[in-house]
């Protein structure tokens, strides 16, 4: 891996709230900031072939260490050239740590829990076998064999898979975890940040940058302490982690309570949040960059993004509705999937039929439509005037 050629440059600031836009600069290229980062979590952006992702705007793309420890595995990936060469993408690649796995596994998802479900999915109930401090065993989806995926370990899977951007590993408590759990969980994570780095302090490749994990759940008090636990070590960035509460208030306070205590000089991520709205106030709250599943998840279901703040900026092709309809996916967008004028009809019966045509198209779209959103906010910082960029967007104006 080359060596690192400079970390993160605030080039604009806004003056009525925390937002900033720069440039993150790693060992294979610059991030600009803010930047949503589309999932690759099997090694490909699914659907997309690398250059595609890149042709729309996109700097970095996010490998899920979970999965790739799991299958193929990361000493094959490395044995192939790591994963940049792997799945054929030159530019930055951020791995997340496994933690999250922890959650989703023992948990369910955020929907799971907002919605009282019980977890479910083969990489989900009852796989993990217990969370202690050595770290997390777990049983494998695919064979059933036991693992541990312990803060060594993890680090050890992202200095082979050659990531740009490494996670510290960490436990991702659900909101509705109890304040002594909470913070038991918390302190646990910081003894973990420690071994993660004295591990990637001795063994770590030049050049890949770590990112701490700031936990504390919905308590103020312990976000606050992790802030400052996170900020007070050697970390190259910092994100915020964790389930942010029930609702969105309650997620933006959370993260207002975080961003207000890190320092500024270092580069800040919102794990796994990437909904129009959020993406707009977590912008405005100081995130520099953004991972999430919705984009891409949304187009393998059959919805598109539109610029409709009232349902959500979404439109979901397979209702009956669209059978018949002749209007355009999204009047007058710029990006590959509507240059084609295919009727919203025909995209009714690809998602019905569960053509990969369909899934590919509006995957496509999507990302563009996110993309064209981060462009318009970066470009707002800069002119000054993000205020009023983020009132156009939330009333309906299209990126």
């Given at each position: 891996m080359p060596a690192l050629t400079g970390a993160l440059?605030?080039?604009?600031?806004?003056?009525?709230?925390?937002?900033r836009a720069g440039v993150l600069r790693t060992a294979r290229g610059e991030i600009r900031t803010p930047h949503f980062v589309p999932l690759a979590t099997k090694a490909t952006v699914k659907g997309l072939l690398p250059a595609e992702v890149a042709a729309l705007g996109y700097d970095i793309v996010l490998g899920n260490?979970?999965?790739?420890?799991?299958?193929?595995g990361h000493e094959l990936i490395a044995g192939l050239g790591g994963l940049h060469e792997f799945m054929g993408w030159s530019g930055p690649i951020v791995t997340d740590?496994?933690?999250?796995?922890?959650?989703?596994?023992?948990?369910?998802?955020?929907?799971?829990?907002?919605?009282?479900?019980?977890?479910?999915?083969?990489?989900?109930?009852?796989k993990v076998l217990e969370i202690a401090e050595a770290g997390v065993r777990f049983r494998s989806y695919l064979d059933g064999s036991e693992k541990l995926l312990a803060p060594e370990t993890s680090m050890e899977i992202q200095a082979a898979l050659g990531s740009d951007l490494a996670l510290v590993f960490d436990?991702?408590?659900?909101?509705?975890?109890?304040?002594?759990?909470?913070?038991?969980?918390?302190?646990?994570?910081?003894?973990?940040?420690?071994?993660?780095?004295?591990?990637?302090?001795?063994?770590?490749?030049?050049?890949?940058?770590?990112?701490?994990?700031?936990?504390?759940?919905?308590?103020?008090?312990?976000?606050?302490?992790?802030?400052?636990?996170?900020?007070?070590?050697?970390?190259?960035?910092?994100?915020?982690?964790?389930?942010?509460?029930?609702?969105?208030?309650?997620?933006?306070t959370v993260v207002d309570w975080t961003t207000a205590r890190l320092p500024d000089d270092r580069p800040r991520h919102l794990l796994g949040i990437g909904e129009i709205d959020d993406l707009i106030r977590g912008v405005e709250l100081g995130i520099d960059t953004f991972d999430c599943a919705m984009p891409t998840r949304l187009g393998r279901h059959g919805m598109a993004l539109v610029p409709e703040p009232e349902r959500r900026w979404r439109v979901d092709l397979t209702g009956a509705r669209f059978k018949d309809s002749a209007a355009p996916l999204m009047e007058g967008?710029?990006?590959?999937?509507?240059?084609?004028?295919?009727?919203?009809?025909?995209?009714?019966?690809?998602?019905?039929?569960?053509?990969?045509?369909?899934?590919?198209?509006?995957?496509l779209h999507n990302l563009a439509f996110v993309a064209r959103l981060m462009a318009r906010l970066r470009d707002a910082i800069g002119a000054g005037r993000l205020a009023e960029e983020a009132a156009a967007l939330r009333g309906g104006a299209a990126p």
């Open positions: 440059e605030i080039t604009a600031r806004d003056t009525a709230s925390r937002a260490t979970y999965h790739l420890f799991l299958d193929p740590s496994g933690g999250f796995q922890v959650f989703s596994m023992g948990h369910g998802t955020v929907a799971d829990e907002i919605k009282g479900r019980a977890p479910s999915g083969p990489d989900r109930a009852g436990e991702c408590t659900p909101f509705h975890a109890d304040r002594d759990y909470t913070a038991r969980s918390t302190e646990r994570t910081h003894r973990w940040l420690r071994r993660c780095l004295d591990w990637h302090a001795a063994n770590g490749p030049e050049g890949q940058l770590v990112y701490g994990i700031v936990q504390g759940g919905v308590y103020e008090d312990l976000r606050a302490e992790s802030a400052q636990a996170v900020s007070e070590s050697e970390v190259d960035g910092i994100a915020i982690g964790g389930s942010l509460g029930a609702g969105k208030d309650e997620m933006y967008c710029p990006c590959p999937a509507c240059a084609l004028g295919l009727s919203r009809g025909y995209y009714r019966y690809l998602a019905k039929a569960r053509e990969l045509t369909g899934m590919r198209l509006l995957t």
